[in-house]
């Protein structure tokens, strides 16, 4: 099959938003009067990002999800994406079931795929989305890492650790009971980006970031560029795990369930912080947007950021940010 | 070198036109109002579009300059562009010129590197370009593969086949005399995407690709997308290779100069087509942009493309349009 078939029987299709999509030099998109386009790229390599033998449908998923979730952090609505794919060797039993995940999560999302590339190499998935959001008199309602003050409350959408706890048993690390490993694997295959949330938390959070990298990396970032400190609540940390309970206490260490949380990176969750006298209207955000938020600690001027016990005493672990090229 | 050293190292400058640069979960771009987004993204990959041993500055300059082609074909102006990038190791050595070549091209075309991704994982570098181009009363001045019609000439900007032959020999398939390689090799290595030519053309051209897989297979794509059919004078072939002269065809046969010219691809010079009452607006669009520009053929109602000699008979070929898949 050449690269041009290729594109025709997975992923072109009919074109609905975009002014020109699949099939010239350049896709063209309109971006609404008074929007800003919000743009982020993420590339996915077998073996550093998902196993050899990741279920094709969920990698598709995955790999739009990953991009939406940057999205979502900036409070954007997804526009369309370009998909850039190297593989091995035409595969329909891989590429059926891939761009059958990809294009579900777009179709749910309204982002629509406008362009892209295909080459033959080492298996690598690279995506570029597009999305907009407004800018009210010139100022754009873009959530950023900049805007956290000290006082802000500190937040943290859906469930942290699941992730890593999976892929730590699917390494053979942890024993988990099918069942349990399900709902763990389930997270670290199709992460949900969270941009119902986002979009409800422009003008309200004032600052956000996507959880990629592990909680505590990720929030340095937010830190960093804010100029500010943060405390977080160890006891907050408690149900973060979608898969906690007596059954997952009995496999792994509380200590280790808490490192996974504060560090275990591919949730795609949101951090975001927000003034404390706006913590009715947060609630009322994430019930809108039908997304659970845990306030898990406060901004402060710092130094840094500690992991604080009930007692209010500072705690380490074996917690360090993933970096992918440490 | 961690990730976010690695970027603020080589990558991260001050941002000029975009609202949000690197640094961000997005970033933030706003094209002017009553233009159109035009969007490309193409993926370039070690032993497949590039030799291991090519010089890291040129990779740059290319990998920027085959996205920027495709905006040129469309008539677009580049506003920015993002850089996915797989690496085997951190490399200063191969890291420095890169960026060098990349951002040198950037910079002459006013086009800024906003954002992101780098990981590791076999050599992968991944750019999506944003341009824009206007819209006047709704539609778009972007120039289409579409809009090519009977009677139009057929033009090709700049010099064809270099690339294929400056690879070929390389590769050990001919001998060309050091100072003509050299000559052929900058053609292969660093293409002059052909964006003041784009631009001159809106409203002036029917139709437009970038030469990219060689001229028969991207000019098929031309009469598909118009419906139409066209004839190549062979005659108007002879001087598009830029090492072309006598030392040239000592060492090639003339009928694979033509192959090359025809099919050779890696060009990135502009197709396009116009109507032959705008044949003076079309060479002053060649002057006033600086770019060569030869009129080889015409639109006719087909069927397909034909080669003719002199007297007007048909030619064949080896040449067949170099597909990534096939």
Known sequence: MGEFDLIARYFKRPVRRAVLGVGDDCALLQPAAGCLLAISSDMLVQGRHFLADTDPYRLGH?????????????????????????????????????????????????????????????????????????????????????????????????????????????????????????????????????????????????????????????????????????RIEATALRDLLACRGTELDAAVPAQHQRDCVLAGGDDYELAFTAPAERRADVLAAARDSGTPVTRIGQIDDGPGLRVLDAAGAAISGAWAAFDHFS
Chains 1, 2 share one sequence.
Not at 97 to 116: I, K, N, Q, T, W
Not at 161 to 187: H, I, N, S, V
């Open 62 to 230: 995955k790999a739009l999800a990953v991009n939406l979730s940057d999205l979502a952090a900036c409070g954007a609505q997804p526009l369309g994406f370009t998909l850039a794919l190297a593989l091995p060797d035409v595969d329909a039993a891989w590429l059926e079931p891939f761009s059958r995940g990809l294009l579900a999560l777009a179709d749910e999302h309204d982002c629509e795929l406008v362009g892209g590339d295909t080459t033959r190499g080492p298996l690598n998935i690279c995506i570029t989305v597009f999305g907009e959001v407004p800018a009210v008199g010139g100022a754009t309602q873009a959530l950023l890492r900049s805007g956290a003050r000290s006082g802000d409350d500190l937040y943290v959408s859906g469930s942290l650790g699941d992730a890593r706890l999976a892929l730590e048993t699917l390494r053979g690390q942890w024993k988990l009971a099918p069942a349990l490993l399900k709902r763990a694997r389930q997270r670290l295959e199709q992460p949900t980006p969270r941009l119902a949330l986002g979009r409800s938390l422009r003008g309200l959070a004032s600052a956000a970031i996507d959880v990629s990298d592990g909680l505590l990396g990720d929030l340095a970032h937010v830190l960093r560029a804010s100029g500010v400190g943060a």
